[in-house]
């Protein structure tokens, strides 16, 4: 016979045990969100496709526009290499700000109330949110792969490579929409989320090294700049993403501020998404 355990390891065992049950039952909770999520874009996955127009005509027009005129420095990688990480970037943005309008229609039809009253993590029911959004902007990357390829961006094709490029993308995704529930939270309304919504984006993506180098910048953009989580999001693209490309920062801390970043917008979250029934 085995002599039982000692009380103190007995019970290490125990807080183990439950620890380990409590991340399986909140992965499970985070995966019912997202798949719930993910169903309505297989019923409409049109919105995959208008979402990809303007990132589309950015490469087109925009990146072919000033890779003739050679107006801003980019080293040795042509400036359609340089801004198609951008690009990639600003796509991941403008459909993830938007997120939160979602969330206001399903206040509308009571969907909300209906979550909340489960017995899922409040955090959970936000994680889960940024996880759908993540997969909507994979979606979209698949298409601007396409499109870069054809117009001939020197794209880094190896497995590693994508790999990481997706990583990056599912992050910043869920940064971003993240943000937009928490702008949902607050104020509660389609009308005005709409108009906060359209005033983050620009200050967002023109305030980043998405289509311009942080050195042509003025010195005071070049701060908002390094508190832009944006900007963290293009620097680990553009080191993935083409060929020439590097991390100004460092990829460990460019991931390292994104993590933070999301660890704080979902704790936010997590307490203010309640608060949009009252």
């Given at each position: 016979m085995t002599s039982p355990l000692p009380d103190g390891r007995a019970s290490?065992?125990?807080d183990a045990t439950s620890r380990a049950s409590g991340l399986?039952?909140?992965?499970?909770?985070?995966?019912?969100?997202?798949?719930?999520?993910?169903?309505?874009?297989?019923?409409?996955?049109?919105e995959v496709f208008t979402r990809a127009v303007q990132p589309i005509l950015w490469l087109?027009?925009?990146?072919?526009?000033?890779?003739?005129?050679?107006?801003?420095?980019?080293?040795?990688?042509?400036?359609?290499?340089?801004m198609?990480?951008?690009?990639?970037?600003?796509?991941?943005?403008?459909?993830?700000?938007f997120y939160g309008i979602a969330v206001i229609w399903e206040r509308d039809l009571g969907i909300v109330h209906k979550m909340l009253v489960s017995p899922a993590h409040r955090?959970?029911?936000?994680?889960?949110?940024a996880v759908s959004a993540g997969v909507r902007a994979v979606a979209q990357a698949a298409i601007l792969y396409a499109v870069a390829l054809a117009l001939g961006v020197r794209l880094?094709?190896?497995?590693?490579a994508v790999a990481g490029v997706l990583a990056a993308i599912l992050l910043g995704s869920a940064i971003f929409s993240t943000m937009s529930l928490i702008v949902a939270c607050v104020v509660k309304t389609r009308e005005r989320f709409m108009g906060i919504g359209q005033v983050l984006t620009m200050?967002?993506?023109?305030?980043?090294?998405?289509?311009?180098?942080?050195?042509?910048?003025?010195?005071?953009?070049?701060?908002?700049?390094?508190?832009?989580?944006?900007?963290y999001l293009v620097d680990v693209l553009r080191a993935l993403m083409v060929e020439g490309g590097h991390s100004a920062?460092?990829?460990?801390?460019?991931?390292?501020?994104?993590?933070?970043?999301?660890?704080?917008?979902?704790?936010?979250?997590?307490?203010?998404?309640?608060?949009?029934?009252?």
């Open positions: 290490a065992s125990a399986v039952e909140f992965a499970r909770e985070t995966f019912a969100v997202a798949d719930a999520e993910l169903r309505k874009l297989l019923r409409d996955p049109t087109l027009v925009f990146g072919q526009v000033f890779t003739r005129v050679h107006a801003i420095p980019t080293g040795a990688m042509t400036y359609l290499d340089f198609t990480p951008g690009v990639l970037a600003q796509s991941v943005l403008f459909t993830a700000i955090s959970a029911l936000v994680l889960g949110k880094r094709l190896a497995p590693p200050p967002l993506f023109f305030a980043s090294n998405a289509i311009y180098p942080i050195d042509v910048m003025p010195d005071w953009l070049k701060v908002v700049a390094h508190v832009n989580p944006l900007t920062f460092g990829l460990g801390l460019d991931v390292g501020v994104q993590a933070g970043t999301l660890a704080l917008l979902v704790a936010a979250a997590s307490r203010l998404y309640p608060t949009i029934v009252r």
